[in-house]
């Protein structure tokens, strides 16, 4: 689905520049956001953190387009329209509540994904395919109301309809919470090296593995971008709490590493 | 797309029945109890009044639920434009209000010509073609409040708008056609005998333009909504 040729997502040049995959600037919206300039490399694998809790998942949702941001911009693969023409197609959300009627099969759901993407009746059941068997839908489940599998089902289902357009970017916001720690984190294991994932969530510790970087927003901004493998230099755990210490101690002095790093934080 | 979903929504949840049953009860009800014309005319005008603020409600409801169990969020990531969500739900709601309207006031007619046949067909089609733009006025409003309030709040909100300009069309003299619900009061006025049917015709322009001016402040108020 990507409009970018895999061929040239391997070019070396691409590869040590890492264009930025989201990239927003001075984005506000109330307390949540105030001034939030972030910019997220190709590929890149990001876990954002909030104090408050919701602003990560504010910007989750203003850079999906579900909530508006009072200003600032949001450039999503370079562009700036999100429309289908834009990057509309280009990404894929999966926020808390999955906004899937409990009347609709899979089956159903993801051939109405697949319409809104003007799949071919080939490429649909090709992705679908696909889909189901990354997602374990059970074939006995494809032709039920997802709301008899509950949420559980309702969230496989999502996460289905969310893939089936290969998106190059996924907003993930508190994801596929119905389902056990080992199931979410098998599902969450996207294949895809210039995938970009951008996941909001309150509970770090549960995203380990999942994630490559973290990023702190504090007071609507961004305070810290780091490694997860600086928090494991440091001997922090992937918590809020060790997220925090680090951004406490990186204020008092910013290492020297940071110079040259892709990702682009902080106003 | 939209417009299928929301009629299948409808269906799913009861709602398309209540409101088709609203509209059809009204017709079914002036048809069963006998009464002379006047009465007639004037409980097919209130019944048709009371449906209006039961699509309204309808409307506000399920387009607040719409929006409070992400569904429209679903919709709107798969690059389905504000807009295009608005519109769909809008022909859904009012392809089924207008038609229950056509089938009550069909029951309306032969009701009342039974009891007399002096009525004017005209007349009571332009007031009839009024009635329903009214009818798109208060889906208009139910959509509007849908987009700004959640739930009982939105459904409360409607029906006392809409049962306002109902009370401010009956109430109020000299308001002519140009709030809505005046058709239904001309409706309920309906007697023997020819009359021009000009004050069904400015009713129903009036509430036409009422219902395109809602949905466009429903369009810019939904374009910032959080979904």
């Known amino acids: ?267 | 797309m939209v417009t299928r979903l929301a009629v299948r929504e409808l269906w799913i949840t009861f709602r398309l029945l209540a409101l088709i049953a609203g509209f059809i009860g009204v017709g079914a009800l002036v048809a069963l109890l006998p009464a002379p014309l006047p009465t007639v005319m004037e409980r097919l005008a209130l019944g048709l009044g009371a449906a209006s603020i039961l699509a309204g409600a309808l409307s506000a409801w399920s387009f607040a639920d719409e929006r409070a169990r992400g569904r429209a969020a679903w919709l709107v990531t798969r690059s389905v434009s504000r807009g295009t969500l608005l519109g769909g739900w809008f022909a859904a709601l009012a392809s089924l209000a207008l038609a229950g309207t056509a089938v009550a006031g069909l029951l309306g007619w032969l009701t009342a010509s039974a009891v007399s046949l002096r009525l004017d067909a005209g007349t009571f089609a332009t007031l009839l073609v009024g009635v329903a733009a009214t009818v798109l006025v208060a889906i208009a409003v139910g959509l509007l409040i849908g987009t700004l309030l959640r739930g009982p709040l939105a459904v409360a909100a409607t029906v006392a708008i809409v049962a306002s300009l109902g009370a401010l069309a009956w109430l109020v003299p000299g308001t002519g056609e140009l709030v809505p619900g005046a058709a239904m009061v001309d409706l309920a006025a309906l007697r023997e005998g020819a009359t021009a049917p000009v004050a069904g015709l400015r009713a129903a322009g009036a509430a036409l333009v009422g219902a395109a001016l809602l949905l466009v402040v429903a369009r810019l108020v939904l374009e910032r909504a959080e979904l």
């Open chain 1, 1 to 267: 689905m990507s409009s970018t040729p895999d061929a040239l997502w391997s070019a070396p040049s691409l590869r040590v520049l890492r264009p930025a995959a989201v990239s927003c600037t001075v984005l506000r919206r109330g307390r949540l956001l105030d001034g939030c300039t972030l910019s997220v490399p190709v590929g890149m694998r990001l876990l954002v953190v909030g104090e408050p809790e919701e602003s990560a998942s504010m910007l989750i949702r203003v850079l999906a387009g579900l909530s508006r941001a009072r200003r600032g911009r949001v450039e999503i693969a370079g562009l700036t329209d999100p429309s289908a023409g834009g990057w509309g197609r280009r990404i894929a959300h999966l926020g808390p509540e999955p906004g899937i009627p409990s009347w609709m099969t899979p089956r159903e759901v993801l051939a109405l994904a697949a319409e809104l993407l003007d799949l071919s009746a080939a490429d649909a059941a090709r992705r679908t395919e696909q889909v189901v068997a990354w997602t374990h839908t059970r074939p006995e489940w494809l032709d039920r109301p997802v709301r008899h599998g509950g949420p559980p089902l309702i969230q496989r289902t999502a996460l289905a309809a969310a893939l089936l357009a290969d998106p190059e970017v996924l907003l993930l916001d508190e994801p596929l919470r119905a389902l056990d720690a080992d199931e979410r984190s098998r599902l969450l294991r996207l294949p895809g090296r210039r995938r970009t994932v951008v996941l909001a969530s309150r509970y770090p510790a549960s995203e380990a593995g999942l994630v490559s970087h973290v990023a702190l927003l504090r007071g609507g901004r961004v305070a810290m971008l780091a490694a997860v493998a600086d928090l494991e230099a440091a001997g922090l755990p992937l918590s809020v709490r060790g997220i925090d210490t680090l951004a406490e101690r990186r204020a008092v002095a910013p290492p020297a590493t940071d110079v040259g790093r892709p990702a682009v934080a902080s106003q």
